[in-house]
């Protein structure tokens, strides 16, 4: 172990060599949360921002037009919610708050899945409800003109264009769960913030230690943020498709001319 009089670089290889495996595990269990609560978030804010987008008109029905009235005004109460009050207080009523009500305690993986997913779903659904909109309108009323059901046009043609136009809002909120995960420490979810904290605190050396960890934040938001650019220009195509066409024309050309020749 370091010595008081050691430097910066000597506590900073120690704690590498020391709690590698813990930071690596810490990471591994930011990355899986922040994941999977980013994807279960999408499924929630899409079936939100799906209802909230419906067109609500009294011509369908009396009923069907009250109850859609109750069920926007009841998710526009969670999405005002969750999107108003921080992560870290919303850890602690939800994970408290169902010990305290139901006598359950969860565990503490599935509880810090659980906040981010919830989270995350409020974000997301007025993402989804914006994506919707900047469809034009007129795809939908053609679709419907062809004989398409409301429910058809909207899976086939409308959320298609949707998903793809929020796709960089999608990624930026994975990159900012990596980060968020971070409040879990508080229901002690053994994530990166979680484990670098019990670290420092063996050493009093918080300096170092958190050092690491931003350095180990900086390469998981990095990568990830490089991987969801790359899928975007994927699910784009080719920048110019007139220049692809453009390279076979004189390909054709010059086989009717040899042939002309030939002849």
Known sequence: MPTAQSGFFEWVFFFLKTYGG?????AGVTLLIA????????????????????????EGGAVRYWLLKLAR?????????FRSTPMIVQAMVIFYGISAVFHVTLPYLLAGYVIVSINTGAYLAEIVRGGIQSVDPGQQEAALAIGMTYGQSMLHVVLPQAIRNILPALGNEFVVNIKDTSVLNVISVTELFFVSKSAAGTYFKYFEVFFITSCIYFVMTFTVTRLLRWLEKKM?????????GSQTVPDVELIGKEGEQHG
Request: with cysteine; charged share 15%; proline share 4%.
């Open 22 to 26: 813990l930071f690596l595990k810490g």
């Open 35 to 58: 994941l999977t609560g980013t994807l279960t978030g999408f499924v929630l804010g899409l079936g939100v921002g799906y209802v909230r987008a419906m067109p609500c008109e009294k």
């Open 73 to 81: 005004a009841l998710l526009g109460v969670y999405i005002e919610v």
């Open 236 to 244: 784009d195509g080719p920048e110019n498709y007139a220049i692809h």
